[in-house]
């Protein structure tokens, strides 16, 4: 079995910023792109940021000067830096990650339980 945990959410005011964490465990032989997503009321899930196994990144135009992805592949981990954070970042915000378990030959997607995100005016 593989989890994603993630943590760091909560509530913050306007312009202030959060650090989310998203760490893998199981048996894990490679982890994949990981990635970021969000899902407000009312809204579909939408990606925030992924970052490949090389450090390759990608970013929603939303979200670009203001969040920065990166892993830790030593400790099975992504973060997600959000600052300048507004209001209409409120959201669950999910890890997700494709992962080759000990094993296998192939990669099979995985979801974290997500956590809050409140951004208050």
């Known amino acids: 079995q593989v989890q994603l945990v993630e943590s760091g959410g909560g509530l913050v005011q306007r312009g202030g910023s959060l650090r989310l964490s998203c760490v893998a465990s199981?048996?894990?032989?490679?982890?994949?792109?990981v990635g970021w997503y969000r899902q407000a009321p009312g809204n579909q899930r939408e990606m925030v940021a992924t970052?490949?196994?090389?450090?390759?990144?990608n970013y929603a135009d939303s979200v670009k000067g203001r969040f920065t992805i990166s892993r830790d592949n030593a400790k099975n981990t992504v973060y997600l830096q959000m600052n300048s954070l507004k209001p209409e970042d409120t959201a669950v915000f999910y890890c997700?990650?494709?992962?080759?378990?000990?094993?296998?030959?192939?990669?099979?997607?995985?979801w974290g339980q997500g956590t809050q995100v409140t951004v208050s005016t």
């Open positions: 970052i490949t196994s090389g450090g390759s990144t």
């Open positions: 199981g048996s894990i032989a490679n982890i994949g792109i």
């Open positions: 997700n990650a494709y992962v080759r378990r000990t094993g296998s030959l192939r990669f099979v997607e995985y």
